[in-house]
């Protein structure tokens, strides 16, 4: 299903989206298609959010497109930091 579709089923709300295709240009995630898992009311959505795991996300309608920001992990490595002060 297109984001188009799902903008005119469910106008106004947040719902719970499986991601069946997208691609990476410029660190973004463009989703193309998806299926859609159910609605999600206010209330809950950041709780979805998250308990939502892999290729789950929860996103609202009122935006045009679903547009991802990919980010790096960052971490802090405390063995190495621990190996270098012996």
Not at 29 to 32: A, G, H, K
């Given at each position: 299903m297109k984001w188009s579709e799902v903008r005119n089923l469910y106008p106004?709300?947040?719902?719970?989206?499986?991601?069946?295709?997208?691609?990476i240009k410029n660190e973004q995630?463009?989703?193309?298609d998806m299926a859609v898992i159910t609605p999600v009311s206010d209330q809950l959505a950041t709780k979805e959010l998250l308990k939502s795991k892999g290729d789950e996300?929860?996103?609202?309608?009122?935006?045009?497109?679903?547009?991802?920001?990919?980010?790096?992990?960052?971490?802090?490595?405390?063995?190495?930091?621990?190996e270098n002060q012996a």
């Open positions: 106004n709300q947040f719902v719970k989206l499986k991601v069946l295709s997208s691609h995630e463009f989703v193309e996300l929860i996103f609202h309608t009122a935006n045009e497109s679903i547009v991802l920001e990919i980010r790096q992990d960052v971490g802090l490595r405390r063995f190495d930091y621990l």
